[in-house]
């Protein structure tokens, strides 16, 4: 018996004894139904420019100063260096 085996055995039994069955269904319905998109789904059409690459951006000093350096407003020096070290790579 593989270890997921054991494990699921000892949750059936322990959700028989505790009389959990009702809530764990509808836990397990509710969280299933989040993950679907259903069946009419179509993928949105994008418009993107011809020119654009994501190679032109050339790095942090691409937009404005106040949007390059964003991150200064946390006022935290590790995050700052953080993020030198980063750009500098």
Known sequence: MTWFEIT??????HVSHYGLKGPLTFFLVVLSAGCSVGPDYRRPD???PA???ESQQGGLA???????????????????????RADSR
């Open 62 to 84: 691409t937009g404005s100063a106040e949007l390059t350096r964003w991150w200064t407003a946390f006022n935290d020096p590790v995050l700052n260096s953080l993020v030198e």
């Open 8 to 13: 699921f055995r000892k949750l059936v039994s």
């Open 51 to 53: 020119n654009w690459q």
């Open 46 to 48: 994008l418009a993107v």
